[in-house]
């Protein structure tokens, strides 16, 4: 039985193994998310930008959207392969997600010497919610996730060797991070600061190091700047692309009216001086909130006990790096909620995993602790309950509103391309082959449908309504009042409905096409 379990426990402290496992299991959890999903919301904006780029190059993929790295990827995919420009995207995303786990553990080798934790650190990352909770959408946020941790390995890399191979794997990765994501911007500049903090090397040595991780950056400002003084109309072309003050005054103004509003309607007299302080803390206190739920409870005070079981963080250079990383994130998260006044998970993911990287060193140690000696078959039932929870996760989710497929497919059969038709989701445009073609309105998805908008509406054949089942009643009533518009087919699954109302007299001669994709 010894000699079983010292078998076991060898292939389970295998680096290479753990590598094969954690991209075999995610891989395997995207594709079983992906399997009956509906695309979100966002996905329409890459799928329109790759059609674009299909039909009508560069050009016309920039009209539609002005970071298509991703949506190009997507079409290049698509057309090497022979598949849809859906089934590229997610098996993008299926590929970023099943190396993701692999390169953190990677990143967590690289930065502690401890190789006793390799089984907790994997299974750390591979069951963190906030990374799970996007595996069926058709985002780019993972392949920012995906090359920024991949520069951030590189850049450990560079930090022990000084190999000038390693600079330059890292500005390639950062790179390719900020064709994803332009927030890559932040890592490109600052995390080559760091190198004036970590490591003991003289004021020469650093200035080095840092002129060797940013020498294409450097080479490609000098040459872009070469080039636009001796070409005016590229100059003038820049100048008219780089964003006015007016985005920065319109979000000032935005939380000047926001502290005015909270003063006038919430706060008493006594206190409204006081209301600029009280929402800017509010929005941090949200931003904390949001970044402690993608982090995950559990972690947390799994984190809380092995310190008190003085599990620490070894600060070694390579942790030192990652959180100079963390305080990057964090001052461009802090910016963005005071700006932009909301903040979703997804766009702590990075964060959260960055911030994983360093607690789950703790905890490896504390869970180390107790059971220096443990059995492998324990070691391996960690790896069998990791599976079922994941198993869990994609079992127990709730319903896809596979509703919007079926109502699109009706539409696709029982209208032309021409048919003007106003629509509440814009994944319909999708579903109902109305993307690039058709004669399609698009109207806000939180929009209560009012006297006023249904006379808008009128010069439409059908209208597409998609909501909830509780809110049905209330985002129709008016359509019903009118009698312009009769149900004629409904669609659902668990809480989401999608009706469809008939207009037989449309006034066809005033429509207008507002479909925001082409």
Known sequence: MKSTDLQIGNLLNNEKLLYLLLISISAAFSVANIQGSVINRDAIVYLSTAEAFLQG???ATLQIYGWPAYAILGALLSKTLNISIENSFYLINSIFYAVIPAVFLKLYTTATNNRHGLLIAALASLLLPAFNGYREMIIRDVGYWLFSLFALLYFFQFIRTQKTSHALQWQLAIAAAFMFRSEAIAWIIGLPLCLFWVGNFTLSARLKSWLTCTSIYICALIAACVFLLINDAALETLLKKIPSTEAFTNSL????????????????????????????????????????????????????????????IEWTDENKIALWAIAINLAMLTTFVLAQQFMIERYTVLTALLILLLISQPISDWAESIWPNASAWIKYGLVFIA???????????????????SAGEWLKQNTTPYTPVALSDNRLLHYSGRLREG????????????????DKLKAYAYLVIQTKQKSLQQDTMHLVQEGVFHEIKTFKRGESVTVIFKNETPQIEQVVSCNPYR
């Open 57 to 59: 190059g560069l050009s």
């Open 387 to 405: 599976i079922v929870l994941m198993v869990d996760i994609v079992t127990t989710k709730n319903p896809p509103p596979t509703n919007l497929i």
């Open 253 to 312: 103004y935005s939380l000047k009216t926001a502290q005015e509003n909270m003063a006038t309607y919430v706060l008493n007299p006594f206190s409204k001086e006081y209301a600029p302080f009280i929402l800017n803390v509010g929005l941090i206190a949200h931003l904390i909130h949001t970044l402690l739920l993608a982090v995950s409870w559990p972690y947390l005070v799994f984190t809380f006990i092995a310190i008190r079981k003085n599990a620490n």
């Open 439 to 454: 004669v399609t309105c698009l109207i806000d998805r939180d929009l209560r449908i009012s006297l006023a908008s249904t």
